[in-house]
Nanobody, 118 residues
Framework: QVQLVESGGGSVQAGGSLRLSCAASGMIFSANAMGWYRQAPGKVRELVAAITSGGATNYANSVKGRFTISRDNAKNTVYLRMNSLKPEDTAVYYC????????????WGQGTQVTVSS
């Protein structure tokens, strides 16, 4: 049974930083693409960042230059470093795992809340 457990969310002031972690189990982590989505109240869930099994990354335009996704295959963990946070980054952030090509998502975590105050 695949489990994705997020941690690292919280409340921060605008301009601050957070690092989210997602620990995976029950799957061959190194063979999976990993990603982070977010969903703000009343909005559609959107892709924030993704990293393939080979390490290729892509980001939403709204977070480019501020967020960095990385993975540690030895720890079965994917990270999302978020710098220069803005109030519009406030959302529940979800970790996801899936297939590289085409990039598609199969498993989801429960989510972690990120709140950025102005």
């Amino acid at each position: 049974q695949v489990q994705l457990v997020e941690s690292g969310g919280g409340s921060v002031q605008a301009g601050g930083s957070l690092r989210l972690s997602c620990a995976a189990s029950g799957m061959i982590f190194s063979a999976n693409a990993m990603g982070w989505y977010r969903q703000a109240p009343g909005k559609v869930r959107e892709l924030v960042a993704a990293i393939t099994s080979g390490g290729a990354t892509n980001y939403a335009n709204s977070v480019k230059g501020r967020f960095t996704i990385s993975r540690d295959n030895a720890k079965n963990t994917v990270y999302l470093r978020m710098n220069s946070l803005k109030p519009e980054d406030t959302a529940v952030y979800y970790c996801t795992a899936g297939n590289d090509y085409p990039l598609s998502w199969v498993h989801w975590g429960q989510g972690t809340q990120v709140t950025v105050s102005s």
